[in-house]
Nanobody, 119 residues
């Protein structure tokens, strides 16, 4: 069983920075894709950034130029550096990753960490 453990959320003023971290527990193979999602109150969960198994990254338009996703394959760890934060970035942020076997891939999610940006 894979567990994703997140850390780094909190309260910050607009314009500030936060760094989120997520690590997969256990002696497990390297994850396929690793990503961060977020869900604001009353809104659907949305993809923030993804770091693919091929080494490419993609970002939501709303965070491009402000957020940076990084990954440590040896530790099955993914971080999200968030700069120039805005009140609209307030949400619960979730780490997600998938592992692929010979016939299928399985998705796993962290428990979520709250990020609150005050104006």
């Amino acid at each position: 069983q894979v567990h994703l453990v997140e850390s780094g959320g909190g309260l910050v003023q607009a314009g500030g920075s936060l760094r989120l971290s997520c690590a997969a527990s256990g002696n497990i193979p390297r994850a396929n894709n690793m990503a961060w999602y977020r869900q604001a109150p009353g809104k659907q969960r949305e993809l923030v950034a993804v770091f693919t198994s091929r080494g490419t990254t993609n970002y939501a338009d709303s965070v491009k130029g402000r957020f940076t996703i990084s990954r440590d394959n040896a530790k099955n760890k993914v971080d999200l550096q968030m700069n120039s934060l805005k009140p609209e970035d307030t949400a619960v942020y979730y780490c997600a990753a998938d592992w692929c076997g010979s016939s299928r891939c399985d998705d796993y999610w962290g428990q979520g960490t709250q990020v609150t940006v005050s104006s």
